[in-house]
């Protein structure tokens, strides 16, 4: 029979991705999908196959949701903390697929990105598990490049940074983002087109402008444009940020390790727009050539593809420009450190939107509807 699906958040930035992946791999004529809003009930939907979906259902009425087999919710953690429990309580054992982090770490739910842990998935669907959640962003982006390092349990730790879009604070942000960019041209453009123009008055004119009371920063802390934030979320009291955090105990509970796999690093935002990068140092338990690693890393999905480490591969193909709006998973920079040989470094990226977060939900629906 097919299965009811109710969809929250549909209409933010994540649900939007995952509605076009969803139009895209025609998954709508496998379900009955419904539409639920926190904020509108009763208003329009989305138009989907040429159908619109009119009168939207109030996404905190726990009888209208019991009804739902699936609920997939991009909405955001308060939805989840303010409807999860209440929905349980009431003994819905229904599936609930989530994009927030509030459900990851709980004993009762699966981190899901079935091309790195399709058995555990399997092995918690066959025990009852019915609560399914997409992991970070960074973490999940890291398991496609490294999968094949990490299912042959090759990696001892992993020191990382990241460049992280300002698509993974939300949409606002890159609104912000780009008026941020708005205003510091707009400050030197007539300098601009001066062929004898100062490059340091310029500079100057941005800096201030920058540092000015009027320039655009309604949701960053600190401007972004011109500028970087070596700060994401808050702080976990251990010197990390829980960004950082997440990387070694997000990636372990996918992998279904116990805090195996050693990974810190510093996560970054920078002014990209929805692609994350990551610069990787690894330590292999073992001392692979680099061809051996190559060929590890890229036969483990489909998605992953290396990138030959010379000027033109590297800065055409290995960019948040170059990936955007796609699925791959560039992953090239691979060398040997001078540290010794088990070293290696790498660079990623991945489209923070894709899989990043709506692509690992698509797949566990798909997985959900074929039960
Ligand atoms: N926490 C991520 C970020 C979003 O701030 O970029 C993806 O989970």
Redesign the pocket.
């Known amino acids: 029979m097919m299965k009811s699906v109710g969809f929250i958040g549909w209409r933010g930035m994540v649900g939007s991705v995952l509605l076009e992946r969803m139009i895209q791999e025609n998954d709508f004529i496998k379900i009955h999908p419904h539409f639920f809003s926190t904020s509108q009930p009763g208003q329009d939907g989305p138009i989907i196959n040429n159908i619109l979906f009119k009168n939207l259902k109030d996404a905190y009425n726990i009888n209208l949701l019991k009804e739902m087999d699936i609920i997939l919710t991009c909405q955001g953690g308060f939805y989840t903390n303010a409807v999860y429990s209440k929905l349980r309580k009431e003994n819905w054992r229904g599936y609930w697929i989530d994009a927030s982090?509030t459900l990851r770490m709980s004993d009762d739910s699966i981190i899901v990105l079935d091309p790195i842990n399709l058995k555990i998935i399997q092995e918690g669907l066959d025990n009852g598990i019915k609560t399914f959640v997409g992991?970070?962003?960074?973490v999940s982006l890291m398991l496609m490049a490294l999968g094949g390092l990490f299912s042959k349990n090759l990696i001892e730790w992993i020191s990382v940074s990241t460049y992280?879009?300002a698509?993974?604070?939300g949409a606002k942000y890159i609104i912000e983002l780009l008026k941020q960019m708005g205003a510091l041209y707009n400050v030197v453009s007539k300098d601009l087109l001066n062929k004898s123009y100062s490059i340091l008055d310029i500079e100057k004119k941005v800096t201030k402008e920058i540092e000015n009371n009027q320039f655009p920063l309604k949701y960053f802390p600190i401007p972004l444009a011109g500028n970087l934030i070596p700060w994401?979320?808050i702080d976990m009291n251990n010197g990390q940020s829980r960004?950082e955090w997440?990387g070694q105990f997000e990636t372990n509970k996918i992998l279904g390790f116990k805090n195996k796999v050693i990974i810190d690093g510093i996560c970054v935002?920078i002014s990209s727009i929805r692609c994350?990068s990551q610069s990787f140092t690894i330590k292999l338990n073992k001392n692979l050539s680099l061809k051996n690693i190559e060929e590890i890393i890229v036969s483990h999905n489909n998605w992953v593809s290396f990138v030959p480490n010379s000027i033109e591969e590297t800065i055409s193909k290995l960019t948040p420009s170059s990936v955007t709006g796609t699925l791959n998973i560039p992953i090239g920079r691979l060398r040997k450190m001078n540290i010794g040989e088990k070293y290696f470094s790498a660079f990623t990226v991945g489209d923070?939107l894709l899989w990043?977060?709506a692509e690992p939900l698509r797949r566990m629906l798909n997985l959900l509807i074929n039960i």
């Open positions: 982090s992991s970070n962003c960074t992280q879009a698509s993974g604070a994401i979320d960004e997440k935002r994350h923070q990043g977060a």
